[in-house]
């Protein structure tokens, strides 16, 4: 069974601080993707990014940039110059290739204080 | 904006009640999601539907749920003899025509307090 474990429960920084969620898996499969979404107070899960399990290239996308290595079978994200707008819970998901249906981690709830 | 919605937002029960939720996915999205969320914890997945046929439910789905998807547009989700450990956030998302690469995309939830 596929697994998804955020280890990190809370992160707490002040502004303008980097800052990196951490986002482990487990399966079996050789493909399969990888999500975050950003669920902010109003409780909306937003999308973030997705990878395919063929793809490892980091990703930047502005403040956010994502780090996918399959030798550690992570999944992390980092936030560059952290804002208060960033305070939110963070979930990763994982999906096996074939199915509709994400597992997601736990979530860490990131603060960022002004 | 053509954003997934879900109504109400917020309800309140008491135990016993029954309770529906309805969700509208995102315009021309012919897959819909269900998913329950409790504090703390990711969203764990109810229900899925491909239009109007319902393909795979959880085992978390037990027989007081029920979710439909009639004209394969919007969904709603019956809970029947309500407890209080369904209290919980649901949640709806609709994904595109396409392979199961496609994304879902999430509405804004109902929070549901059963007393």
């Known amino acids: 069974a596929q697994k998804v474990t955020q280890a990190q429960t809370e992160i707490s920084v002040v502004e303008k601080e980097d800052v990196t969620l951490d986002c482990v898996y487990e399966?079996?499969?050789?493909?399969?993707?990888l999500f975050w979404y950003k669920q902010p107070p109003s409780g909306e899960l937003v999308f973030l990014i997705r990878?395919?399990?063929?793809?490892?290239q980091n990703e930047i996308s502005g403040r956010y940039s994502w780090n996918f290595q399959k030798s550690t079978s992570s999944f992390n994200f980092t936030i560059t110059a952290s804002q208060v707008v960033d305070s939110a819970v963070y979930f990763c998901?994982?999906?096996?290739?074939?199915?509709?249906?994400?597992?997601f981690g736990r979530g860490t709830s990131l603060i960022v204080h002004p | 904006d053509t954003g997934v919605s879900q109504d109400p937002r917020h309800k309140i029960t008491k135990r016993g009640q029954n309770v529906t939720f309805r969700c509208d996915p995102i315009s021309e999205h012919n897959r819909l999601y269900w998913y329950r969320q409790t504090l703390g914890q990711g969203p764990e997945f109810l229900t899925y539907f491909q239009n109007e046929a319902q393909l795979e439910k959880s085992r978390l789905l037990s027989d007081r749920f029920s979710a439909e998807r009639p004209k394969g547009s919007f969904s709603t989700l019956e809970i029947q003899r309500t407890e209080q450990g369904d209290s919980a956030m649901y949640l709806c998302a609709s994904s595109p025509p396409g392979t199961t690469t496609d994304t879902q995309y999430f509405g804004p939830g109902t929070r549901l307090t059963v007393l």
């Open positions: 998901a994982f999906k096996r290739g074939g199915s509709y249906i994400p597992t």
């Open positions: 990878r395919n399990s063929f793809d490892e």
């Open positions: 399966t079996r499969d050789t493909t399969y993707y």
